[in-house]
């Protein structure tokens, strides 16, 4: 961190987190359409990474939410109403930075139950608007329950991924907080080093 800036550094963390769900996107993506045709459940880790992404960056998710629908439908060789269903849908996900809003991110982090409200919010955010994108080309009403049944997969996968997430240092959380902090744990360490260390100046001994 000394020889880049915040902002470099968060370009860096955003692409890293946007190239790595762009490629785990399309793998399954891939894999689902060619080996398991006719599934009824479909599992992405869209969900998981953009509630990741809003806890360390806040709205900068959005990016995240079209790459993974931009991953899934070119995987899958979508329609241009999916393509359209699934990108204005998954930005829906930033529902839940009204719970960053209302909590806090460090509160969301330290509480089980309200990292999981956060996650099942975007979960829940997500299938409304594909429904309401649909709905617009039209889709009919119990179309949002057939999008929450495909997607109940991805539910339990996003909520294991945010709940082990917590448990690393510095992954979901707050990056300004975070790099402030260690930050100050490494002066405080090289303090207490040279505190440590035994005087070398040979005119100081007896």
Not at 69 to 91: D, E, H, K, T, W
Not at 164 to 193: C, H, M, N, P
């Amino acid at each position: 961190m000394n020889k880049i800036s915040f902002g470099q550094y968060r370009a860096i963390d955003l692409g890293i987190m946007a190239v790595i769900l762009f490629a785990v996107e399309t793998l399954i993506a891939k894999a689902a359409g060619t080996w398991f045709q006719g599934q009824m459940y479909m599992l992405s880790p869209t969900i998981a990474i953009v509630c990741i992404v809003m806890m360390r960056w806040g709205g900068f998710a959005a990016i995240h939410a079209l790459v993974g629908a931009l991953a899934y439908c070119m995987a899958l060789g979508a329609s241009g109403r999916q393509f359209a269903i699934y990108c204005v849908g998954n930005l829906f996900a930033l529902v839940s930075l009204l719970l960053i809003k209302k909590f806090g991110k460090q509160r969301i982090k330290d509480s089980v139950l309200l990292s999981i409200v956060f996650t099942a919010a975007a979960f829940a955010a997500v299938q409304i608007g594909r429904w309401l994108v649909s709905l617009i080309f039209g889709g009919t009403p119990d179309a949002l329950l057939r999008f929450i049944t495909t997607d109940s997969l991805t539910l339990a996968f996003s909520l294991l991924v945010v709940l082990i997430s917590r448990r690393v240092d510095g992954l979901f959380g707050d990056q300004r907080s975070y790099l402030i902090r260690t930050a100050e744990e490494r002066r405080r360490a090289e303090l207490a080093k040279l505190t440590d260390e035994p005087n070398s100046d040979p005119d100081n001994y007896e």
